[in-house]
């Protein structure tokens, strides 16, 4: 056992020491990769973090036990004929940036992996490559396995453009024709949200006790644009007669004054229901819609990512309520500081 822990210890020192001498981020990588493992992270965990498939980390960590630094060292090209033509490399850049496995015959196949790529290459080009060998090629062709983003798809850049030209007309009535600029949103905040980076003692984990439920909040909540002043509801549900009723208790916190909504194309927003309403307080209250698919005109979606990133994340609630009240006093907290919220949220626009 003893041996064991000085081995360990040993070849902590000597992965961290390469890493700080290593120019090469390859290698750098392949260092990092060994060290978590003598650190005791997992082979699945590590390759998650590292942005790898099991398959290498598993390979590097083999290699490193056999021959030590010297066996995560990278082979110089023996010059042997490349497998692929060049008109075939670019063939296969287009199709695994341009399609997902299914759409080329992988059903239900979302993700590419090495063992995919190596297939759709023996399909179409009838050339058979090994794991370790098209892991080179992808290298080579700038290809990396990374965390995919999510983006809109559909956003219209003139209508966005048109809409910050009318907010801009807008924010210049203020005081006079307008009295109050409020961004309005719905959001669900669930008891188990995300789990998300934090500072912990090194080559540990944080653990985070779960209940096993899936509950959640409904919020409703505005933004003053001008004040920075934030007010949130929790509800059961999303409908026409939630939002009706929360217009007026909007209405209720600014009795005086012409106030102008910002808020986006859900069906609740325009549903007939609103509208007899609408029309009746028309001298009071009007509503400013967002372009389709732009959330990032609605300078309330940061107030969630803000919510969720402080009190939310890592973080397994035991019950609805204790969700209810850490939603609460965030919101309590950050009303003492308004101009903190104007600083983070609203001097983009």
């Known amino acids: 056992m003893k041996n064991t822990v000085e081995y360990n210890n040993k070849a902590i020192l000597e992965l961290q020491a390469a890493m700080k001498k290593t120019k090469n981020i390859r290698m750098y990588k392949r260092y990092s990769v060994v060290l978590k493992h003598f650190q005791g992270f997992q082979n699945k965990v590590i390759a998650e973090m590292e942005g790898l498939e099991e398959h290498a980390v598993g390979s590097y960590i083999k290699k490193y036990k ?127 949200q995300a789990i998300q980076k934090t500072w912990f003692v090194k080559g540990q984990q944080r653990k985070i006790p779960t209940y096993g439920k899936n509950a959640g909040v409904k919020l409703i909540g505005i933004l003053d644009y001008e004040t920075g002043h934030v007010y949130c509801e929790e509800h059961d549900k999303y409908d026409a007669v939630v939002f009706l009723e ?73 019950s609805v309520n204790r969700v209810k009240d850490s939603i609460q006093n965030f919101i309590r907290t950050i009303n003492k500081v308004p101009t903190a919220t104007i600083d983070r949220l609203c001097v983009r626009m």
């Open 66 to 192: 056999v021959n030590g630094l010297e066996g995560l060292a990278m082979k110089k090209p023996s010059g042997a004929p490349r497998k692929l033509s060049p008109e075939q490399e670019q063939e296969l850049i287009y199709v695994i940036t341009n399609n997902t496995p299914d759409e080329v015959g992988f059903e239900a196949n979302k993700n590419w992996t090495i063992k995919l790529i190596c297939q759709w290459v023996m399909l179409n080009f009838k050339i058979i490559i090994k794991h370790s060998s098209m892991a080179v090629i992808l290298h080579r062709l700038n290809l990396s396995y990374t965390r995919p983003t999510y983006v809109l798809k559909k956003a219209d850049k003139e209508k966005q453009e048109v809409f910050k030209t009318d907010f801009e007309t807008l924010k210049k009535h203020l005081d006079g024709l307008v009295d109050t600029i409020l961004f309005q949103d719905e959001s669900m905040i669930r008891d188990y």
């Open 246 to 318: 929360f217009l007026k208790k909007v209405l209720s916190q600014y009795p005086k004054g012409k106030i102008v909504i910002v808020l986006d194309n859900a069906r609740i927003h325009h549903a007939k229901l609103i509208q007899p309403f609408l029309e009746e307080m028309k001298d009071r209250l009007e509503l400013m819609f967002l372009p389709p698919y732009s959330p990032e005109l609605n300078l309330i979606e940061g107030l969630w990512g803000w919510l969720k990133s402080s009190v939310v994340n890592n973080v397994f609630f035991k």
